[in-house]
């Protein structure tokens, strides 16, 4: 055992906590948690027959899995019956009748299942604060200096979940009774539709800014090939300490739409926040509605046998939404601890303005890409299967050699397990771990290449692989499984390519680059979308390509467009850079703006490729008025 692991046990000050040493062991990462697994979440209903406490259905799953499978809301098939999740499992109740009072009468910071929840809220940006004992006293986000974006909210960690608990008369419910000898799950009704689950977030690091867990691996050897240097110039790895605990991540379960939930603050009971809270235990169409609502659970008589409680027992529970000050929004999170390798690309040249960057769409959609291809081929490589190795997409600040604050975009892959196995960090650790990472590279490149999508071709000519019939965005031969399905609509594989070239090659991402064969296959896509939109207005304005443009022509006249990767820097862009070599005047142009400037008796415009790509109809009437009112 390390040195520092038998200081922290034998320093260890309980201070009437009564949490078992095997699971504080387990939570610090002193004992690695994948061979003593504590993070499950079950789904159970405690109900009544004949006044005798009776469990069934009960089942498990870790809890990180257990915010999908078991979601508020979501109706279980469990041996023939459904179940419509409802509410709370809590094991450490004190009050056998309400349940969740423990849990929700003190203040966050002295329990330690309510935690804060600090981050960006601004589009695409989804930084994520590390403190979690106090709310933020920030404005401005620290990574895409938003002002205004800071929001705070509150986790709950929980136990499990459960059905709601009703009184049943024979075979039928008996909706007019609060408490009955027998108690079971509320029936599921054809009208009760499935609620979608709640919006799990990725888990996210939460380590503090030195960030004293991980280690940087440096590849400067001088007997790298220079080509293999550069890839180490635009990239940089890093770790978990061999020697270290690991890195915590923060998994949050935000509820619908990021909308939270409401639980009883008594019993435990989970609506949705678009949810009306229930109010009355009433059968429809009755005079006589009952306050309250029912339990995620039952009584049983043994419970409060003897006590004062027992006319209490027996009727709803009158609790109402838990809140407290100002943060009413709660959600369901966890954290655990694990090994992690992350892959940064810094926000310096090419890459455009922080600004920019930080809240770019594509840029965000080619790095979830990126990190989908990225998981197949590692675990090709490691031989690994069940998706043991998972992975999010983060940004961090850094400062440079010269004191300037840089972004980085990062990648992050992470064990499956609770506590890590090293299957992560042993990529970049192993024997050959150089060679080994360059490999992945390269064959992420082949994935993404459209080599390996449905009905693709692949042969070679003259030395040089060509690839044919590549899937638009994403298909089931190169990124779609069902572990991804959340980020199915987010996934670009042509983003992705353009970002595994430029740390591959340094090649600047443009719209060739993001092609198979690093030709206009892009282009040709757009043009016809311009062409239709361009017959259909019964224009007489023509559309070419012609050396990595849109060229609209009418009569004369020539229009030459270049659409441009928006997350670089404009003037990076290889057709813009040659512009301005060979004497175009750009000084006075925004880069985030569409511009025009006079050269002899041709015109140029640059237009961001996502802005043309997403609404090729309204830039085609622009186009329509522009070219003819050239001089």
Known sequence: ??????????????????????????????????????????????????????????????????????????????????????????????????????????????????????????????????????????????????????????????????????????????????????????????????QPAGGVQFPTPVTDADESEIQDHLFSDNSLDRKLKGIFERINLRSTRDDGKGVELLLVNSGYNGTGYLICELCGRIERQANQWPSTISPPRTTNPKPGHHRPYAIPESAIRGTNHTHESRKPCLGQPWSESSYERIYLGMTFITDMLMISIPGQSPLGDRTVTTRSRILNNGLRTLKEALISEIQKSAHLVNREISGGVRKRNTTDSEGREVTNFEIYFYDNVSGGAGLSSSIITGENSLFRIIDILKSTENRLSGAECLGAKKEEIDGQIIVEGGCDKSCLGCLLDFRNKREHELFDRKEALRLIRYILYGKIPSINSGSSNYDDTCLEDISNSIKQTLKIMKSDVQIQIDDGCLVGIYGEKKLYIRPWISYIDMFEDPVIKKWEEDGIDFDDVEADSIFLDWVESNHYICIEWDKLRNNPSDFSESLDTVIRGLI
């Open 1 to 194: 055992m390390h040195e520092e692991n038998i200081d922290i046990i034998s320093n260890l000050e309980f201070n009437g906590d009564e949490t078992p040493l095997l699971t504080h062991l387990l939570r610090t990462g002193i004992t690695p948690s994948f061979a003593f697994p504590i993070q499950v979440g079950v789904f159970e209903a405690v109900q009544l027959v004949d006044g005798k406490r009776r469990v069934w259905p009960k089942m498990s799953t870790g809890l990180s899995q257990a915010f999908t499978s078991y979601s508020p809301g979501k109706i279980l098939t469990v041996s023939g019956e459904k179940y419509k999740v409802g509410g709370l499992v809590i094991y450490d109740a004190e009050d056998p009748i309400n349940r969740a009072h423990s849990h929700f009468s003190v203040c966050i910071n002295d329990n330690p299942r309510l935690s804060y929840y600090n981050r960006c809220i601004e589009n695409d940006c989804g930084w994520v604060s590390s403190e979690m004992e106090n709310p933020l006293d920030i404005s401005v986000c620290p990574i895409c200096n938003q002002s205004d974006s800071i929001q705070t909210d509150i986790w709950y960690l929980p136990d499990g979940f459960a059905p709601i608990i009703v009184p049943w008369q024979g075979d039928n419910e008996n909706p007019g009774t609060e408490w009955a000898w027998n108690m079971k799950p509320a029936k599921i009704r054809n009208q009760d539709n499935e």
